[in-house]
C-alpha cells in the first residue's frame, strides 16, 4: 500500500513563499497523474493543481501565475512552489492521485498566511 507523507507547511506573511513536498513510500510513476489539494477552515477540499506522468500540469484559477507543481519520479517525490502567497491560501494541503484514491489520504501540511 502506498502512503504519501506531505511536509513543508508553516507560517508566513503575506507575498511569501513557501515549497511543499510530498514524499510517497512507493513508486509515483505507477500512480499516474498527481495533484495537490487544499481544504481550508469550514470549506470543502479542492484541487490546486496536478501534474500528469509525463509533466503536464493544470492549476486552478485562484493559484495560477503563483504555484507550480513539479515532480520527480526518481525521488517518488511531488513539490508544489507557492509564492505571493495571499491569507485566503489558509488551509491545510494535501497530495493524492488525480483524480483522488481514498486509500491516499495522508495528513496534509497546514499553510498558514497573515495579513
Known amino acids: 500500500q502506498v502512503q504519501l507523507v506531505e511536509s513543508g507547511g508553516g507560517l508566513v506573511q503575506s507575498g511569501g513563499s513557501l515549497r511543499l513536498s510530498c514524499v510517497a513510500s512507493?513508486?509515483?510513476?505507477?500512480?499516474?497523474?498527481m495533484g495537490w489539494y487544499r481544504r481550508a477552515p469550514g470549506g470543502p477540499r479542492e484541487l490546486v493543481a496536478a501534474?500528469?506522468?509525463?509533466?503536464?500540469?493544470k492549476y486552478a484559477d485562484f493559484v495560477k501565475g503563483r504555484f507550480t507543481i513539479s515532480r520527480d519520479n526518481a525521488k517518488n517525490t511531488v513539490y508544489l512552489q507557492m509564492m505571493n502567497l495571499k491569507p485566503e491560501d489558509t488551509a491545510v494541503y494535501y497530495c493524492n492521485a488525480s483524480p483522488t484514491r481514498y486509500d491516499l489520504w495522508g495528513q496534509g501540511t497546514q499553510v498558514t498566511v497573515s495579513s
Open positions: 512507493r513508486d509515483i510513476f505507477s500512480i499516474g497523474a
Open positions: 501534474i500528469s506522468s509525463g509533466g503536464t500540469t
